[in-house]
């Protein structure tokens, strides 16, 4: 299969990391995760906004436009042929010896872009996942989309240790957002997300999510919510890239509301599709 390497289309096999890649020693760098259906890119401008924005606050230059970026993007879909599925792609601080300080401007942004096939997960989005509270211990700047994810790989692994499939994070108390995702509850009616501060990943779902509540006059808050609450939720759904909209089943082995029912998920859920659909065409 191809790849995006600097820029230009490569086989996979032609190109290596350097073991000083300041991304491979450091974390240094940032990524995106994006959607493709029926070959077409779902939410690409929100997506491609967000990594500049990340790079722009970690004072990272990207040494490509974002036209220049959808185009190489568009290219790697089509040479590999993918139809449903995911690009996988990150920009690191560059190759330069190591050492904490930034390298010197002539030293340029590793671009790496590749593909995935995958599908919709249709079955875990209707039966829902289950969840288990982790402690949040990551730093405070979880608004860039940075390499650095050991504290959500803790995490998440901590959760599917205990048998489940996410982690849900908190601070003192107070729900952020999922290892790999964002975390939203239903509580009469109405849906409540973290706020879109440094504590949580403005993700590109929750930002639909939204949408479809506009779309379905359900009404939102973006308000901080706490475990006690989200205990006794009457729905809970994470948000993802790849998740779309799933339901949350149990957390902590406690069911959330009525296994299956997922009223608000479901209608939230359909506009999501409407939505996918909108800018993808039919979905199967
Ligand atoms: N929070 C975290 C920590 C994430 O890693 C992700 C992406 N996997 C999300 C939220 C969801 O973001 P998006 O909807 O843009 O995929």
Same mark, same amino acid.
């Given at each position: 299969?191809?790849?995006?390497?600097?820029?230009?289309?490569?086989?996979?096999?032609?190109?290596?990391?350097?073991?000083?890649?300041?991304?491979?020693?450091?974390?240094?760098?940032?990524?995106?995760?994006?959607?493709?259906?029926?070959?077409?890119?779902?939410?690409?401008?929100?997506?491609?906004?967000?990594?500049?924005?990340?790079?722009?606050?970690?004072?990272?230059?990207?040494?490509?436009?974002?036209?220049?970026?959808?185009?190489?993007?568009?290219?790697?879909?089509?040479?590999?042929? *993918?139809?449903?599925?995911?690009?996988? *792609?990150?920009?690191?601080?560059?190759?330069?010896?190591?050492?904490? !300080?930034?390298?010197?401007?002539?030293?340029?942004?590793?671009?790496?872009?590749?593909?995935?096939?995958?599908?919709?997960?249709?079955?875990?989005?209707?039966?829902?996942?289950?969840?288990?509270?982790?402690?949040?211990?990551?730093?405070?700047? +979880?608004?860039?989309?940075?390499?650095?994810?050991?504290?959500?790989?803790?995490?998440?692994?901590?959760?599917?240790? /205990?048998? +489940?499939?996410? /982690?849900?994070?908190?601070?003192?108390?107070?729900?952020?957002?999922?290892?790999?995702?964002?975390?939203?509850?239903?509580?009469?009616?109405?849906?409540?997300?973290?706020?879109?501060?440094?504590?949580?990943?403005?993700?590109?779902?929750?930002?639909?999510?939204?949408?479809?509540?506009?779309?379905?006059?359900?009404?939102?808050?973006?308000? !901080?919510?706490?475990?006690?609450?989200?205990?006794?939720?009457?729905? !809970?759904?994470?948000?993802?890239?790849?998740?779309?909209?799933?339901?949350?089943?149990?957390?902590?082995?406690?069911?959330?509301?009525?296994?299956?029912?997922?009223?608000?998920?479901?209608?939230?859920?359909?506009?999501?599709?409407?939505?996918?659909?909108?800018? +993808?065409?039919?979905?199967?």
């Amino acid at each position: 299969s191809y790849i995006v390497f600097n820029g230009e289309l490569t086989k996979r096999d032609t190109i290596s990391i350097d073991i000083e890649d300041r991304g491979y020693q450091f974390g240094d760098g940032i990524y995106e995760v994006v959607r493709v259906y029926n070959g077409r890119l779902f939410t690409w401008e929100e997506h491609v906004e967000r990594l500049y924005a990340s790079a722009e606050k970690i004072r990272m230059t990207v040494p490509y436009a974002k036209e220049e970026m959808k185009a190489v993007m568009e290219k790697l879909i089509e040479k590999n042929q *993918l139809t449903d599925g995911t690009i996988y *792609l990150q920009l690191t601080r560059g190759i330069a010896p190591r050492n904490h !300080a930034f390298p010197g401007s002539d030293v340029q942004a590793v671009l790496v872009a590749y593909t995935r096939v995958s599908d919709r997960p249709v079955a875990l989005m209707e039966k829902g996942a289950d969840a288990l509270v982790v402690e949040d211990k990551r730093w405070l700047h +979880c608004d860039i989309k940075s390499l650095n994810l050991l504290g959500n790989v803790l995490a998440h692994q901590e959760a599917l240790d /205990a048998g +489940c499939y996410e /982690a849900i994070l908190h601070r003192d108390g107070v729900v952020t957002e999922g290892s790999h995702t964002n975390i939203s509850i239903v509580m009469n009616g109405t849906v409540y997300t973290h706020p879109a501060n440094n504590l949580i990943l403005n993700g590109i779902s929750r930002k639909v999510m939204l949408k479809a509540c506009d779309s379905t006059a359900t009404s939102y808050k973006e308000e !901080a919510f706490t475990v006690e609450q989200l205990l006794k939720a009457d729905e !809970a759904f994470i948000t993802s890239t790849t998740l779309e909209i799933t339901p949350i089943r149990r957390i902590n082995n406690q069911p959330i509301g009525i296994e299956g029912e997922y009223k608000v998920i479901k209608k939230l859920q359909e506009a999501f599709t409407a939505d996918i659909e909108a800018e +993808c065409g039919p979905l199967h």
